[in-house]
């Protein structure tokens, strides 16, 4: 059974700096995508970052040039370093791995921007 676990949420400052990490359990035997997206209280989930089996990466315009999605197959884990942090960028923030009906999410972390 696929299983995710984020961590590196935290509290930081307006302009500072957080990158999460995506750990990814259990076996998988084709490609797969990866994705990290965000949920703001009273708003819907929404995509931030993409990165694809064959590398290639897509970010939300909200985030471009701010945030930067990676992923390291020998361990296993997607990463998302983000920058210049904005209040708006308040939310809890979720990996997603998808491979044809493979469909998983990890619990979420909570990243809080605020002077």
């Known amino acids: 059974q696929v299983q995710l676990v984020e961590s590196g949420g935290g509290s930081v400052k307006p302009g500072g700096s957080l990158r999460l990490s995506c750990a990814i359990s259990?076996?998988?035997?084709?490609?797969?995508?990866m994705a990290w997206y965000r949920q703001a209280p009273g708003k819907q989930r929404e995509s931030v970052a993409v990165?694809?089996?064959?590398?290639?990466?897509s970010y939300a315009d909200s985030v471009k040039g701010r945030f930067t999605i990676s992923r390291d197959n020998a361990k296993k884990t997607v990463y998302l370093q983000m920058n210049s942090l904005k209040p708006e960028d308040t939310a809890i923030y979720y990996c997603?791995?998808?491979?044809?009906?493979?469909?998983?999410w990890g619990q979420g972390t909570q990243v809080t921007v605020s002077s």
């Open positions: 990165f694809t089996w064959s590398a290639s990466t």
């Open positions: 997603n791995l998808k491979s044809g009906r493979l469909d998983v």
């Open positions: 259990g076996s998988i035997f084709s490609s797969y995508n």
